[in-house]
């Protein structure tokens, strides 16, 4: 077998999983989801797993607001722990794992997304990565005094600029700046501290960052958002790039879309790792594989399900639900619902089923299987060039989590996909990514 | 010896130690105020002396623009951890000490404090404190798109309003929400959320919060500012006021102030604990640590000294350094030099000795003695009615902070003014501060 580059994996742990139904599953835990011991025990087993990344996703409010009435007490997955805090307080807990945490260009300032990202990166040793978003819901909009979300063009402008000001500010210091020196009172060097004035469109920072340049010489840059202002940002910055795709052909035409505008904005398209979304059903056989998954879609209430296609295609609870799906009325709605609908009519989807499928996974991709009909996707997929890892959304936690370590991770290692131990410390070193120079020239990395 | 209210003790663990020089003391480690590692052993010996609590002041960036030439690379006081993420890490390693965060009204959001704050108490186990502060420095005004910092008025404004928003939003949800009802697919009692919609002068949230009522009902709020408007938040709100005092009749009469508005605003003073800043050192003699308090201030370069006035009272490095203060020429600078200025008059101090009884301790009070008479003091205070507790700024950590808890804590135990042991789990207990109620009448705590 020749050697081959392993593929990255990441545990994307919110709620008690990723199924809107998780939480009636006969064994979950409904509380977990905001229980810090839920996630210390995933932690600790994706870190004994040897996975590059915890990931938590994120929106900041309960993003719910466009549910039919009674849906939104169905689900568990409009209470979270919010991710920064958790992910600190994991860093204590755990050794070598890679934390990403989601946070939003268009809610947040700045100076406290770079700092707060480069202390915890302190924190943990060099393990922080930040994922970014724009956010999408008008629910986020309302609590942060707005009437609605920005419109697209204007919200990835802000993004754009915003990056840049977080990279400025985390380039403040040269990694050997701070020489403490006790005899002559010298603390460090000033020629080594950069104050970044930046004055922009959306942001005016002076800087320079209170907080020494962290560990992996910066926060991993992770990137979710798929038009081409999203790309755009990729391009410029990412080194992660975290996708939804569902079907080979997507997938491999969206990778070389990137891994282009990666090349074309003149970074090595390897330093730029693609991950898409999976959500796996996992069992010895196939039918014990679709039986866990029949099994929590017949919790899913319609209610609950309906909501899915809510707020893109309107209340179609006046509809039997195990005909078609029909075409939304509403013109201001049917440019947004085109996907679903393209979807339904591909598949000959009922509207049950259509809002099955996006429930089970919260529209990530599904694959139900054994450990090697699951495998052989994974690896069909990182062959094809259609991506370089993936970013685990279990349905239900920890139990679909554990059913993928105990099954597919030995069937990934059998074909030499996956990394028996880690081999460096920080995230970066596990994804096999450089440390990005300084706009400065100074010394990115501590010495030995 | 009647029995009596014990006092609240908080160490207070920024850089390492709040002395100008801490970080030339022969035993220092330089780089240790920004090393998880240090915070952790002072978190864990803080709470093995059942310390109420660890507090952690904070600056958004580095409020050194206004230092003399030369000043800024001799102070290891520019850089930090970021307090949120910092106290997140330690709640991991912690299991009973109360974590108190500072984070400014003026350059925060109330959505994403209520949420960061309910997290932490969440992962904590309903240890996390708030501080409130507007901020001070032009500093950071410049890290937040602002060229000066707000006014008095209207920053206050914004505070009272920004405060008022995340209590209710604290309270979106009653402690007993969540039914978990697996049959019926009910999460949550729907008349038990509780949507804020909040418009105001300042803040339009709508909420509700994404985050299940926290474990202590509440977490705490304290609040520093002694203004007569920061006194109004105290009143309205603060479970634990710091505060700033040097002599026991200015300590007296400003308790009496805050429990009188406490009172007037309706609430119980007994819920409202006040806790002056100390700064000790101490040694089994007198000389000893006088000695202490000397080899520290002996290292403190001129420079460095001058720029804790610089900002008050100009450049002063062309004077004799031994000579008297000068008045300030600038009158625009010298309304708020009368403080410093009184100072020195009343004790007829050099300009050196000015800058180093602020150097010493960042302008917290001094106290230089053996046990015994450090506690005589704090025992003093506590019988005059001039503070309920004491907020320890040790002037190098960890040792300063050390010697407090061997030669110190025995003789506070002693009289009986401090716990040899926990009795409950959450800060509300450490402190006896009761769970506030919910605007909405509902269930504040979780059932047993
Ligand atoms: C795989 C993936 C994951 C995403 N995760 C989040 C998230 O956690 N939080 C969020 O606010 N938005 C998330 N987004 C949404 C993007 O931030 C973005 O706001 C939205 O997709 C619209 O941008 P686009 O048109 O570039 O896709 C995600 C998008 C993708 C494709
Ligand atoms: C004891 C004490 C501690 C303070 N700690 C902080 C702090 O950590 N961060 C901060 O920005 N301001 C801090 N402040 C400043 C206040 O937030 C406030 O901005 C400033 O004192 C001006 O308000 P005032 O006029 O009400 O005192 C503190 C003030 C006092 C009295």
């Keep these: 077998m020749p050697t081959r580059q392993p593929i990255s994996l990441g545990l994307s ?12 599953h006969p064994q979950a835990q409904p509380g977990a989801g905001s229980d810090f011991r839920h996630f210390v025990r995933l932690a600790q087993s ?22 039919p009435p009674g849906a939104l007490q169905q689900t568990a997955q409009s209470t979270v722990l919010e991710p920064l805090t958790l992910l600190s307080g994991l860093a204590a807990v755990t ?13 947040n300032e700045p100076f406290h997304i770079a700092r707060k990202y480069a202390s915890l990166d302190s924190i943990s040793g060099g393990r922080a990565g930040w994922n970014i978003v724009t956010s999408w819901s008008e629910a986020e909009a309302r609590n942060f005094g707005r009437d609605k979300h920005m419109d697209h063009g204007p919200r990835y402008a802000r993004a754009a600029e915003f990056v840049e000001v977080v990279k400025g500010l985390w380039d403040s210091w040269d990694a050997d700046a701070f020489v403490h020196d006790k005899a002559s009172g010298t603390f460090f060097d000033p020629a080594k501290m950069h104050v970044l004035d930046h004055q922009g469109e959306h942001f005016r920072v002076r800087g ?15 990137q979710a958002g798929a038009s081409d202002a999203g790309i755009g940002i990729a391009a410029a910055n990412a080194e992660v790039v975290y996708s939804v795709a569902h079907d080979l052909n997507g997938a491999k035409s969206y990778y070389d879309k990137v891994k282009n505008a990666v090349a074309t904005a003149g970074r090595n398209p390897s330093g730029c790792k693609i991950m898409p979304g999976i959500t796996t059903f996992i069992a010895p056989t196939e039918t014990e594989a679709r039986e866990k998954y029949e099994q929590l879609n017949a ?3 319609e209610a609950l399900g309906l909501s899915y296609l809510y707020g893109q295609m309107g209340d179609l609870s006046g509809h039997d639900l195990d005909g078609p799906v029909p075409e ?4 201001a709605v049917r440019s947004i619902a085109k996907g679903l609908l393209a979807l339904a009519q591909r598949d000959n989807l009922s509207i049950r089923q259509l809002y099955t499928t996006i429930a089970a996974g919260f529209g990530t991709r599904i694959l139900i299987g054994t450990p090697r009909q699951v495998v052989d996707e994974l690896e069909a997929w990182v062959e094809a060039g259609a991506a370089d890892g993936f970013n685990l959304c279990p349905p239900v936690l920890p139990s679909a989590f554990d059913d993928f370590v105990a099954m597919a991770l030995p069937e990934l290692r059998r074909r030499g996909l996956f990394r028996e131990e880690y081999s460096g410390t920080t995230l970066r070193e596990h994804l096999g990514v450089t440390v ?3 706009r400065y020239g100074g010394a990115v990395v501590p010495r030995e």
Aim: charged share 20%.
């Design 95 to 107: 050794e070598r794992i890679g934390l990403v945490a989601t946070a939003s260009t268009t809610y």
């Design 328 to 331: 939304p009325t509403d013109p």
């Design 46 to 67: 994706a870190e004994a797993a040897k996975f590059d990344m915890l990931f938590l996703a994120d929106g900041i409010g309960i993003r719910a607001k466009d549910a």
């Design 208 to 222: 320079p960052l209170d907080i020494p340049r962290s560990p992996q010489g910066r926060p991993v840059l992770v």
């Design 13 to 24: 742990m919110r709620y008690i999983g990723y199924h809107a139904a998780s939480w009636r």
């Design 436 to 438: 990005p120079n300084s």
């Design 299 to 301: 919790l899913v209430p």
